[in-house]
């Protein structure tokens, strides 16, 4: 029964608790107050009396009365004391209960709101700091949450999108070999080939896209010098450029300072930067060009091939941009043709970025492209 007792307050509303709370303490406060004055009052009262009659007033025959009429006006002042005092207190502590909980049922209907996926849903500011310093917090975890909710539906459709592509060719042949509408050749076979490789890198790459922007993705930093890796990727590159392509070249000191970065993280950014390079530069050059700067050492991936449009610059490093969403031309357009999946560049935008650097593109159509990032010195 004891333990059903204390439980009980547990089970009313939190403005009965706070209420009653305000209400407890009021009590204790006046009941402390009148202890006190019960107890002292009168014996401060006959001590200020026999200090008058030191003086030479005469009390001595109505001192009783002295302090009978003191002790009855005290007890009519506490009565009234207690009765207005209670009455303010009370009214104050309702008052507060309830504004506390006004804004506590906001919260809860936006906090519903919100678990139903209106993530456009925001609490209101409030005039007490501390519901307003959480009311901001929840705004901005709310608005956090809403860009997640849009980029995962963005990424949905953009994936749907570019896996129905391949598909479609796939079963259509597979269609056609089956009716014997086609005959089997090897033509045929690597066609079908070509696609499935493509869904492979394709689910890859999203794979690797989706823990980067999670932050799921490993990243380990160390201090490195880059220099043997630009060198291999040149070597590299070079087997792949034909005899009347564009030139690669490598312009790099033969000493580079160390940098804090991930070693395969970067010689990802660099493979996804030059295949990107190659796959769009028919002719001219394509120069890997190092330099340092403060305390950051830049590499720049510079070619000579078709260029980016002015208008399609702010979005090259959107995953599946493509020209056919209201803009003029988009290097995943050139990507589809080319082989590519449309994320390489998202992918090594936000690898960049988990390495303490920045990655930026400068070109022009026609004339060729720049793409650079910086590595923090070690």
């Not at 006190?36 to 009052?41: E, G, R």
């Not at 689910?203 to 490195?224: M, T």
């Not at 792949?240 to 000191?253: A, H, I, M, N, S």
Request: charged share 25%.
């Amino acid at each position: 029964m004891r333990k059903i007792d204390w439980l009980w307050p547990k089970s009313l509303p939190l403005a009965s608790r706070l209420f009653f709370s305000h209400l407890v303490v009021m009590i204790v406060g006046v009941l402390s107050l009148v202890i006190i004055s019960k107890v002292s009052s009168p014996r401060f009262f006959v001590l200020h009396l026999e200090r008058l009659e030191q003086r030479g007033y005469n009390l001595f025959d109505i001192r009783a009365e002295l302090v009978d009429g003191f002790e009855i006006a005290w007890r009519r002042s506490t009565v009234w004391s207690v009765l207005v005092g209670a009455t303010a207190a009370g009214g104050l502590s309702y008052w507060v209960s309830k504004l506390l909980m006004q804004r506590l049922i906001e919260m809860e209907q936006i906090t519903q709101k919100f678990a139903a996926g209106q993530f456009d849903a925001r609490l209101p500011l409030s005039d007490i700091p501390e519901l307003n310093r959480l009311g901001v917090s929840f705004n901005r975890m709310a608005t956090s949450i809403e860009g997640v909710e849009a980029r995962r539906r963005e990424l949905i459709g953009d994936m749907t999108h570019e896996l129905r592509t391949p598909l479609t060719v796939v079963r259509g042949y597979l269609e056609e070999l089956a009716d014997g509408t086609i005959e089997p050749s090897p033509e045929i076979y690597l066609r079908l080939t070509k696609e499935t490789k493509r869904l492979e890198r394709l689910v890859n790459d999203l794979q690797e896209l989706s823990k980067a922007e999670a932050g799921y993705l490993p990243i380990n930093i160390q201090s490195v010098n880059l220099r043997p890796l630009l060198e291999s990727l040149v070597e590299k590159f070079a087997d792949q450029l034909l005899d009347d392509g564009p030139v690669l070249r490598l312009e790099c000191p033969s000493k580079l300072p160390l940098v804090l970065a991930d070693l395969d993280r970067t010689e990802q950014v660099l493979v996804n930067l030059l295949g990107n390079a190659v796959r769009h530069t028919t002719k001219g050059s394509i120069t890997i060009r190092t330099w340092t700067e403060t305390s950051h050492l830049w590499i720049a991936v510079i070619d000579t091939g078709v260029g980016i449009a002015k208008e399609d610059l702010p979005y090259i490093f959107e995953r599946f941009w493509r020209a056919d969403k209201s803009r003029a031309r988009g290097a995943h357009t050139r990507d589809r043709h080319s082989g590519g999946t449309g994320i390489g560049l998202t992918i090594s935008h936000r690898l960049v970025e988990l390495q303490g650097g920045q990655i930026q593109v400068e070109s022009e159509l026609g004339l060729g492209s720049t793409f650079r990032f910086f590595l923090p010195l070690a």
